[in-house]
């Protein structure tokens, strides 16, 4: 059984692309340049013409978006719990508390019912995450925010090219954050994107990603505050304009294999399938639920034995309020009961567009066998 090894996320970075990359290794300049432009004007382009600043990753971008709403110590942040540790960090890096609000255990977005009852006359802005790529509610999300006056940063790491109703993310909203990191469903090696609401924050963000530093005429510049260092390369930029071109050719591809997967398990799926949304949902990753009360298994067995098969897994996430960071800092096992069982039970299984449809098959087959079903 020498199978090739199957990860569960793979890049897919095309040959023009790696030519593009040497043209600009050739052309002498690595730093944000033409290419970093050319980037965010195709990335403006696909999110509707709104404007759109590439930085190094999707941590800054969130870091920058909540910074430019004004978000500062004492203010409250209202988020997930079920994310990459980032979506929570940044809003202890910039002195602010998050405030975490439990998600549904099928879509893994936070409750936007639950949301309405956390607000307080501290809170300032709202962060989801668009988990995997299944959008929150958007129109649920804005008319609470609206009511309530506060800020949104979207922290759409997993989905660039899905939309809400037809809505592609990105397109209309608040702040916008995307990452480009190369595991997301447009890399450019590592980086991440902002799309801002109006001419100021779009000035803050050019500053913020530059030492807070602007160039005022030939020799001339003044700094304004002390920025970051967050401005792309044109090497990365380079990279995801090869990505952008191909993104939805990428997502439709994601959405067949997922629906392979759902067909699979149609009757009798031996884990919880994660919610299946509609075609908006850009499948950044497929990631189930074990059964681990009723199979006499842990996920570290479930994870090892699917290795043996040559099966990659992943898991996404544990619950962040379970980290050491923040139990210091008060928050306790058993407060989101649904972030903590996801934490606890998920795994995510190979999904990329380069899989074929056998691939599918072969890690449906595997996991059915170490869970036990007779095919
Ligand atoms: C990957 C990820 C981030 C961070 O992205 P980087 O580009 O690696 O900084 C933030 N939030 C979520 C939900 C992510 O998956």
Not at 3 to 32: C, H, K
Not at 45 to 58: D, L, N, Y
């Amino acid at each position: 059984m020498s199978q090739e090894r199957l990860p569960f996320t793979r890049p897919n970075i095309d040959e023009a692309t790696i030519e593009g990359v040497a043209e600009v290794l050739r052309s002498g300049w690595l730093a944000s340049g033409p290419m970093v432009k050319a980037f965010e004007r195709k990335l403006s382009e696909f999110v509707g013409g709104r404007p759109v600043r590439a930085v190094t990753s999707a941590t800054e971008a969130l870091e920058i978006a909540l910074l430019a709403a004004g978000v500062g110590p004492g203010d409250e942040v209202i988020t997930s719990p079920m994310s990459f540790c980032a979506t929570a960090n940044v809003i202890l890096r910039i002195g602010a508390r998050p405030v975490f609000v439990d998600v549904n255990l099928d879509t893994r977005n936070l409750s936007l019912d639950e949301t309405a009852f956390a607000i307080t006359d501290r809170t300032r802005a709202i962060l989801p995450v668009h988990f995997a790529g299944l959008p929150v509610n958007l129109d649920q999300l804005y008319g609470l925010a609206t009511r309530h006056d506060l800020r949104v940063i979207e922290d759409a790491a997993h989905a660039i090219g899905s939309s809400f109703q037809g809505r592609r993310i990105g397109s209309c909203g608040d702040l916008v954050c995307f990452s480009f990191h190369p595991n997301k469903n447009l890399t450019s090696g590592e980086g991440g994107a902002i799309v801002v609401s109006s001419e100021d924050e779009l000035r803050y963000v050019e500053r913020a990603r530059f030492h807070g530093m602007e160039r005022d005429g030939p020799g001339e510049m003044d700094v304004y505050f002390p920025g970051m260092k967050a401005n792309m390369s044109d090497i990365c930029a380079r990279i995801g304009l090869g990505q952008l071109e191909r993104l939805d050719e990428f997502n439709a591809r994601r959405r067949e294999l997922a629906s392979r997967y759902f067909k699979h398990w149609e009757h009798d799926a031996p884990l919880r399938l994660p919610a299946r949304g509609d075609q908006g949902h850009s499948w950044h990753m497929f990631a189930p639920l074990l059964p681990l009360e009723d199979a006499e298994l842990t996920r570290a067995e479930f994870i090892r034995r699917m290795d043996e098969f040559g099966i990659g897994v992943g898991v996404h996430y544990p619950a962040i309020h379970r980290f050491s960071a923040y139990q210091a800092l008060g928050w306790r096992a058993g407060m989101y009961p649904n972030a903590e069982r996801i934490g606890r039970e998920t795994v995510t299984l190979p999904l990329f567009p380069a899989m074929r449809d056998a691939d599918v098959d072969r890690v449906v087959g595997a996991v059915n066998h170490v869970l036990g079903v007779i095919a």
